[in-house]
């Protein structure tokens, strides 16, 4: 790992191989190392694969205020990461938060991204739009209101040695999906101090309770080549998100829906996950 200046901030990012450049975006509660079976292997298909952890996660930089968090500020971390790297384009995998902000990345700087993959992440305006009027999405999105509790949510989660981060994270995945060691890693990056509240405030700075009120932002069409790679098995976020979200996509278009899959989708079927990107990576090169 190394550390790069983005910006005002200092980014932390995990690298490997050589060749056009993929960068990875991790999502809640994660970190780049989310991203631990991908890299050597995208690496060794002739790609260079760059997975940062994001703005108040893992080694990068904390900023306090909540509006750091603002999805403004997420995208300008994708640009200037890239400027950093002084990469012109890169084809952007994102899963959760990360595959949010590269959706936005896209639809907003198309020339900086050769192709789009997504796992298991809403477009964020179909993600507004279905907590607004989806109310099986709306059920299932529940945690979203919890966090915005300042204090509350980093004790609900942190309480009774993380018995609830536990839950949500690991115990909701397949049964091998993360060892003791992978456990470790998550656990003292998010007991370091002010962890927990960077990350809630992804959603406390994007999501209040009182934009489940209204009409969202909206975005323009995606039109890069996007792939869409959607575990089914999914408890935060049901299949019609994934459609309502590929609807946001007006040029070519492919998804692949793994059955049974959870949410954590590259770290329970990384096989499938990595088979998927090299093909779709190898079919996109510039």
Same mark, same amino acid.
């Not at 796992?119 to 299932?140: F, G, I, K, T, W």
């Given at each position: 790992?190394?550390?790069?200046?983005?910006?005002?901030?200092?980014? $932390?990012?995990? !690298?490997?191989?050589?060749?056009?450049?993929?960068?990875?975006?991790?999502?809640? %509660?994660?970190?780049?190392?989310?991203?631990?079976?991908?890299?050597?292997?995208?690496?060794?298909?002739?790609?260079?694969?760059? $997975?940062?952890?994001?703005?108040?996660?893992?080694?990068?930089?904390?900023?306090?205020?909540? $509006?750091?968090?603002?999805?403004? @500020?997420?995208?300008?971390?994708?640009?200037?990461?890239?400027?950093?790297? !002084?990469? !012109?384009?890169?084809?952007?995998?994102?899963?959760?938060?990360? &595959? &949010?902000? @590269?959706?936005?990345?896209?639809?907003?700087?198309?020339?900086?991204?050769?192709?789009?993959?997504?796992?298991?992440?809403?477009?964020?305006?179909?993600?507004?739009?279905?907590?607004?009027?989806?109310?099986?999405?709306?059920?299932?999105?529940?945690?979203?209101?919890?966090?915005?509790?300042?204090?509350? $949510?980093?004790?609900?989660?942190?309480?009774?040695?993380?018995? *609830?981060?536990?839950?949500?994270?690991? =115990?909701?995945?397949?049964?091998?999906?993360?060892?003791? #060691?992978?456990?470790?890693?998550?656990?003292?990056?998010?007991?370091? =101090?002010?962890?927990?509240? @960077?990350?809630? *405030?992804?959603?406390?700075?994007?999501? %209040?309770?009182?934009?489940?009120?209204?009409? %969202? %932002?909206?975005?323009?069409?995606?039109?890069?080549?996007?792939?869409?790679?959607?575990?089914?098995?999914?408890?935060?976020?049901?299949?019609?998100?994934?459609?309502?979200?590929?609807?946001?996509?007006?040029?070519?278009?492919?998804?692949?829906?793994?059955?049974?899959?959870?949410?954590?989708?590259?770290?329970?079927?990384? #096989? @499938?996950?990595?088979?998927?990107?090299? !093909?779709?990576?190898?079919?996109?090169?510039?």
């Amino acid at each position: 790992m190394r550390r790069l200046s983005v910006g005002t901030l200092r980014l $932390a990012i995990r !690298e490997s191989g050589s060749g056009e450049p993929v960068l990875f975006l991790h999502g809640f %509660p994660e970190l780049s190392y989310s991203w631990r079976h991908q890299l050597d292997p995208i690496a060794d298909a002739g790609f260079w694969a760059i $997975a940062p952890d994001l703005r108040g996660c893992g080694d990068s930089d904390r900023p306090e205020d909540v $509006a750091a968090y603002g999805i403004g @500020a997420l995208i300008a971390d994708v640009v200037g990461l890239l400027d950093a790297l !002084e990469v !012109e384009r890169a084809h952007l995998v994102g899963h959760d938060w990360g &595959g &949010g902000i @590269a959706w936005a990345t896209t639809a907003l700087h198309p020339d900086r991204v050769s192709s789009l993959a997504i796992l298991n992440a809403p477009h964020p305006v179909a993600s507004a739009e279905a907590r607004r009027d989806d109310a099986a999405q709306r059920a299932m999105s529940w945690y979203m209101l919890l966090f915005q509790f300042v204090g509350v $949510a980093e004790s609900w989660l942190s309480r009774n040695d993380f018995a *609830n981060f536990r839950e949500m994270l690991f =115990d909701n995945a397949a049964p091998g999906t993360f060892t003791d #060691d992978d456990i470790a890693v998550y656990l003292d990056a998010y007991r370091r =101090d002010g962890a927990l509240t @960077a990350a809630l *405030n992804y959603y406390r700075a994007n999501m %209040p309770a009182a934009a489940w009120l209204r009409d %969202p %932002p909206q975005l323009p069409d995606i039109t890069t080549p996007t792939l869409v790679v959607w575990g089914d098995g999914d408890t935060y976020l049901g299949s019609r998100l994934r459609d309502r979200s590929v609807e946001k996509v007006t040029g070519p278009v492919e998804v692949i829906t793994l059955t049974g899959v959870s949410h954590w989708v590259q770290q329970e079927a990384p #096989d @499938a996950v990595n088979r998927a990107l090299i !093909e779709w990576l190898g079919a996109h090169r510039h």
